[in-house]
């Protein structure tokens, strides 16, 4: 290529030196003064193009402009969602641009294809921001899946905890809205649990939204499992825009819908998981209570396509110490019923469920959880505070982890409940919550609460030996520690 360009200046060149046998030995170095010269400049220009922007790189030079490109590629097939603001990933993304895209760009672009590459640069933002994202899923570390997280302590930490506040989650009804009504302490939001041998991930609510992207989650069982789902709506609402969440009651079921993610946080009303004369989700204060602990259908088949089910059964189990268990069915109008010791009757029922379980879960869609006893803390000797009204006075939990103690609560159905989720065939994470709940005499609702619908007047309060509510649990506070338990599983498993 390089002699072609001039091959015939010179050639004719030649031509004349030989003619003109006496010229001047000076023209000679003359012209080929010129010669070294025209092909120095050639040179150059040959330089210059391969360097110019429009040159196409060498195969090997785009392959490794490809893998420095991978991640944003991969990011571009993501699901778009929100922008997530002042994250740092975003401004690194920026500045460290791809290099192909950077090569194609032309050094001058007329009016006209401006206005054009707008648009483009709107879905390049996004993609950044989508990148930025998953960095932030990235910087989650997941505890081992060996490691116990229901063994540990509580550490006292008013940096991280709460994870939400009371007043900014409108969602909160008045049972658990303790500070709302009128409780003066707030330490009890400030207790994180520790496990012995590992962390909990910390709590990133848009990353266990798109966990649940296209997907329902559901609570079911007793108003303690309610209590815990107030606290996940709390939890995950902090982060989706007014206007784009909604919160809607029919009959046994509250659904609360995540609009942006196409997601659902569901709690279903009952209580014994199986049918009785309790399922009312409004009127159920029955002192006699009865069941069919083979009866599940009726309410089963609202579980059925749930992607995630939190179930529990306990509370409603200990007015009694035996049950009565019907003979017939309430559809037929029977009233006939034999009362059974309660561990007998609530095996009954959690074989009934389990059943339901193996014959009707697809384990590959759907995860289930069964949540442990929540405790109850009804006498201040049993943490030994003779001075003490139920739970009404205490503000701190049982800090002296290797202090013998009971609340109280019936470890035969704890046994019974562990047993019965290991048995299935269907895979269910037992949420061992009861024994570090234990230790919580400081957060219940106390006073601080409704009853039978109402808010306790100043005189029901100044008498907590009455009215002291110490099964429920203020908000924020011991249920997000459950929650989290359900977050570390969900975002290491899916």
Request: proline fraction near 7%; charged fraction near 25%; glycine fraction near 4%.
């Amino acid at each position: 290529m390089q002699p072609w360009r001039r091959k015939f200046p010179l050639f004719e060149t030649g031509v004349t030196m030989k003619q003109r046998k006496n010229s001047n030995l000076s023209i000679f170095v003359v012209v080929f003064s010129v010669f070294l010269f025209g092909i120095f400049m050639y040179n150059e220009d040959v330089k210059s193009i391969a360097e110019f922007p429009f040159s196409t790189s060498k195969p090997s030079d785009v392959q490794e402009s490809q893998e420095d490109a991978k991640p944003i590629t991969e990011v571009t097939a993501l699901p778009v969602q929100e922008p997530i603001k002042n994250s740092d990933p975003v401004h690194d993304s920026a500045g460290n641009a791809d290099p192909i895209q950077e090569s194609l760009k032309s050094p001058a672009l007329d009016h006209e294809s401006v206005k054009e590459a707008e648009p483009s640069k709107t879905e390049e933002e996004k993609k950044i921001e989508l990148f930025a994202a998953t960095e932030e899923e990235d910087d989650v570390e997941v505890p081992p899946e060996e490691c116990d997280l229901f063994t540990g302590e509580w550490v006292f930490d008013n940096e991280t905890h709460p994870l939400y506040n009371e007043d900014q989650c409108e969602f909160l009804t008045a049972q658990v809205t303790c500070m709302r009504n009128g409780r003066k302490d707030s330490l009890y939001q400030n207790w994180r649990w520790q496990p012995r041998d590992c962390s909990l991930p910390k709590f990133k609510a848009k990353l266990l939204l798109e966990k649940l992207r296209n997907k329902r989650m559901m609570f079911v069982g007793d108003s303690l499992n309610r209590n815990q789902w107030e606290s996940m709506v709390c939890l995950v609402q902090s982060v989706v825009p007014p206007g784009r969440k909604s919160l809607n009651k029919t009959g046994s079921l509250s659904v609360f819908r995540i609009e942006d993610y196409n997601a659902t946080v569901e709690f279903y009303w009952a209580p014994f998981l199986v049918e009785s004369n309790s399922d009312d989700p409004n009127m159920h204060s029955i002192l006699n209570r009865i069941i069919m602990p083979e009866s599940i259908e009726k309410h089963g088949v609202n579980w059925k396509g749930v992607d995630f089910l939190v179930f529990n059964t306990y509370i409603w189990w200990m007015n009694t110490f035996a049950m009565k268990v019907l003979r017939g069915s309430f559809d037929k109008g029977d009233t006939e019923y034999e009362e059974i010791p309660r561990p007998v009757a609530y095996q009954r029922v959690l074989r009934t469920w389990g059943d339901w379980v193996d014959r009707n879960i697809d384990p590959l869609r759907t995860t289930v959880f069964f949540a442990s006893m929540s405790p109850l803390h009804i006498k201040s000797l049993d943490w030994e505070n003779p001075d003490g009204i139920k739970c009404a006075l205490e503000t701190t939990p049982i800090l002296n982890m290797s202090m013998p103690f009971s609340v109280g609560t019936d470890y035969r159905l704890f046994s019974v409940a562990e047993n019965v989720t290991r048995s299935l065939k269907v895979p269910v994470y037992f949420l061992n919550i009861t024994r570090l709940s234990e230790y919580r005499k400081d957060a219940h609702t106390s006073v601080h609460t409704i009853r039978q619908g109402k808010m306790l007047t100043p005189e029901q309060q100044a008498d907590p030996n009455t009215y002291a509510d110490c099964i429920h649990w203020c908000l924020p506070g011991l249920p997000d520690t459950w929650n989290e338990f359900l977050y570390s599983r969900i975002i290491s498993r899916s």
